[in-house]
């Protein structure tokens, strides 16, 4: 998903999607309210451009307990759950990442033909999950310099599902995803300690928006992710539609009218673009970092990102779509 710019404007949302689900949310602005804007789908282009290189330290996998400032992990026990931090541990801190800013750090200086988006933000999401969400990973991109600010990431637990169907769904999504044998610790697990239900999630990440300034909650109110997914979703935790989930750019959609050519998902825009993965395929917080690198490029060659579709107010079912060539 992506943000916009000082003024919320229009609530937009809009991801990237490589699985069912991954897009870029896009949400207009009001002052003093930073606006978001989303985009979901990638792009690719060969030519003659400056390579996307980070600068780089000696590499550390991310820790997956970590998100919103804090290296949290949540056994439950009883009713509730027990905090415990990782953050003072010196071994995990040498071991493990809690900022990888750096592996997605431009100098903006290299690139000529970026275009003002009359944009503050990025908000690159990527959902994981068919049954019901799994996971909510999103990264906050400045628009001006293509940094990464900041990131929000939860596991997601579903509301409707048997622990033992549950136990089958996640490890056959994320079983055959490693993270650092060394440590024994395996995505299951970092999942089952850490899951929670999908209205809690949400109700964090408005948090997490307005602490950036992005969302005040007395304000009223690709595709896949936005149009049907999180609607499935809200009905399935018998919660409302957030408002910012009303209005998105489809990167996809974006990226066929910008290159002139059709892209089905995130590795064909990667390749094309020549572009390498980084981290696990599907595992959604490294998918949204491979969609980010896209966005960077897709800024880069001189994308100018625009939405691509909006929910009807009155029927949140109907959904108009901008783009007269888009992905279907």
């Not at 690719?44 to 290296?71: D, F, H, I």
């Not at 909650?217 to 539609?241: A, H, I």
Request: aromatic share 10%; glycine share 4%; proline share 4%.
């Amino acid at each position: 998903m992506v943000l916009s710019r000082v003024s919320w404007l229009s609530k937009s949302v809009n991801l990237s999607y490589l699985l069912p689900f991954s897009q870029i949310l896009v949400t207009p602005s009001h002052p003093p309210i930073r606006t978001l804007r989303a985009s979901a789908s990638l792009s690719a282009q060969e030519s003659t451009r400056p390579v996307l290189s980070a600068t780089m330290n000696r590499w550390k996998p991310m820790c997956l307990y970590y998100t919103q400032g804090k290296c949290t992990k949540c056994p439950r026990v009883g009713n509730g759950y027990v905090e415990k931090s990782h953050m003072d541990d010196p071994t995990h801190l040498e071991s493990f990442n809690h900022n990888f800013s750096g592996e997605l750090k431009l100098n903006v200086a290299e690139f000529k033909n970026m275009l003002s988006q009359q944009l503050d933000f990025f908000l690159v999401l990527d959902l994981e999950g068919k049954v019901e969400i799994l996971e909510f990973p999103v990264l906050m991109v400045d628009a001006k310099t293509m940094d990464v600010v900041d990131f929000f990431h939860r596991f997601v637990r579903p509301s409707q599902m048997g622990q033992q169907r549950i136990d089958e769904y996640i490890e056959g999504k994320y079983g055959k995803i490693g993270v650092d044998r060394r440590y024994n610790i395996s995505i299951v697990s970092v999942w089952h300690d850490t899951a929670i239900p999908f209205k809690e999630v949400t109700q964090q990440f408005e948090d997490w928006l307005a602490q950036h300034h992005l969302w005040r909650k007395d304000f009223g109110g690709g595709n896949w992710d936005l149009k049907t997914k999180v609607p499935q979703q809200c009905e399935v935790s018998r919660m409302k539609l957030p408002s910012y989930f009303m209005e998105w750019i489809n990167l996809k959609d974006v990226y066929l009218n910008f290159y002139k050519r059709r892209a089905t998902g995130m590795i064909t825009m990667m390749k094309e673009l020549q572009i390498p993965l980084v981290g696990s395929h599907h595992l959604g917080i490294d998918d949204t970092k491979n969609i980010t690198r896209v966005l960077q490029r897709m800024l880069a060659d001189g994308a100018v990102l625009q939405i691509t579709a909006r929910r009807n107010a009155n029927d949140l079912r109907s959904v108009e779509f901008l783009f007269n060539n888009r992905i279907r």
